[in-house]
């Protein structure tokens, strides 16, 4: 037989000796029993048409500005705001920076899109 066909059947047979004891051991679910009184949800303040009134004025939408400056400098402001240990976020931005320089008359103009 080839090794690999060995090796094969024996990590079927482990998974199996290491599943098959715990599926018997799994017991059915229980059923949840009803409750013994009827659950009353109380409302405090009920209005008179029935419907429900928020306790707080929703805030306004902004209105959307015509330029989006998120990509100016995105990928060095995107490195500044990471989770990376600072001593590794250092070298990220001898990368960074320069790239986004090159980048910023593309990052300007696409401001104007996005």
């Known amino acids: 037989m080839e090794p690999h066909r060995i090796v094969r059947i024996v990590l079927v047979a ?32 009920t209005t008179e048409s029935g419907r429900l009134q928020p306790r707080y004025e929703p805030a306004p939408v902004e209105e959307k500005g015509f330029y989006n400056s998120g990509y100016i400098f995105s990928l060095t402001r995107g490195v500044a705001g990471s989770t990376l240990h600072p ?4 070298p990220m931005f001898l990368f960074t920076v320069p790239l986004d320089i090159v980048l910023l008359p593309a990052t ?3 401001g104007l899109f996005g």
Do not use: D, S
Request: aromatic share 0%.
């Open 14 to 45: 482990a998974t199996l000796a290491v599943a098959a004891p715990a599926a018997v051991r799994a017991e059915a679910p229980q059923p949840v029993a009803a409750p013994a009184a009827p659950l009353i949800v109380a409302q405090g303040g």
């Open 87 to 90: 001593a590794a976020k250092a």
């Open 108 to 110: 300007l103009i696409g």
